[in-house]
């Protein structure tokens, strides 16, 4: 499905793929991960290069676990490190709330970057000329890149084969982020990718059954925003378990109190008592199968 030159790093939900293009100008890696799988990103990335030398590293948008391994790569590669431009006074100011870091109990290692894409500009990342192409909402600076030649879309947290990133700037009251949202599959759509190689999951081609669904998706939440505040709060919650690996259930309403981006979902659109969010979190993730209950604690059921 994908040429020769690329390879992805498969991850599970906690450290995004890392997508490897390999050219005559060097290789490039496209996201790096959450910081804590950073031995892990290392060991993976030592293994693809087989000795070679890692020239560049390229993130599609600055989330933790897509720019979590980001300080562990430059250490150990001195890559040329480039983010979206959009992300520079972000990234300048480390603004842990708009980039969802300690307001949401998610960790990167701060780090330093060399220049940006903008939405707009071609890039060369192994052996093809890419296009960088805008894809808010999830993120509102986040990029795909294109290659026209392979009609291959690199596409981040933008479109996976069953969904899409939670769409943050609509809960922060941007009004326009639902249709920013459509927009974004619609360039995808009309882009038409042989292949896509999503922030997570596998590389998939069966690219107009995964843009149904995540337009199916986006109609409901379209109807019902709040649909979507209560899909964001357990992506939340089960994203913190797969990083803690366990959290005690008697802990889950001082837990969603006392974090930031849930306080604040839980006041615009939920209004419900601590007790009652974790009592509702836990029945609704367990009916769900995301997670479990053993001996007292909360355990995800899927893939860190
Ligand atoms: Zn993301």
């Known amino acids: ?3 020769a030159s690329i390879q992805v790093l498969q991850r599970g939900w906690l450290s995004s793929n890392g997508i490897l293009l390999a050219g005559r100008e060097g290789v490039t890696l496209v996201d790096s991960g959450y910081g804590d799988h950073a031995p892990q990103t290392l060991a993976l990335l030592d293994h693809a290069l087989a000795g070679r030398p890692l020239a560049r590293l390229v993130n599609t948008h600055c989330h933790s676990d897509h720019i979590g391994g980001n300080r562990a790569v430059q250490a150990r590669h001195g890559c040329r490190t480039t983010i979206p431009a959009g992300e520079a006074p972000l990234i300048d100011a480390w603004d842990e709330e708009a980039l969802i870091l ?4 998610q960790r990167a290692e701060r780090f330093g970057y060399d ?3 903008a939405a707009g ?3 060369r990342m192994g052996e093809h000329e890419w296009q960088a192409i805008a894809a808010p909402a999830h993120d509102p600076h986040a990029l795909m890149f294109w290659s026209p030649e392979e009609r291959v879309l690199i596409a981040g947290d933008a479109l996976w084969e069953d969904g899409f990133g939670v769409i943050f700037p609509a809960l922060f009251g941007d009004t326009h982020a639902l249709a920013q949202t459509r927009a974004t599959l619609d360039t995808i759509a009309r882009l038409a990718p042989r292949a896509v190689i999503p922030g997570h999951g596998a590389a998939f081609d069966r690219v107009v059954p995964a843009l149904e669904r995540a337009y199916g998706r986006l109609e409901g ?3 019902d925003l709040s649909r979507h505040a209560r899909h964001a709060v357990k ?6 378990l797969l990083q803690k690996r366990r959290m005690p259930i008697a802990t889950l309403p001082a837990y969603c ?3 930031g981006i849930l306080q604040r979902i839980n006041r615009e659109f939920l209004g419900l008592t601590p007790e009652a969010m974790a009592a509702w979190l836990v029945e609704d993730l367990v009916r769900a199968r995301a997670v479990a209950q053993e001996d007292g604690d909360l355990v995800p059921l899927i893939a860190a």
């Open 1 to 3: 499905m994908l040429p």
């Open 102 to 105: 300690g307001f949401a109990d």
């Open 115 to 117: 220049d940006t894409l």
């Open 121 to 123: 500009e071609v890039v």
């Open 221 to 223: 939440f379209e109807r």
């Open 235 to 240: 992506v939340m919650i089960v994203f913190a």
């Open 257 to 259: 109190a006392s974090i």
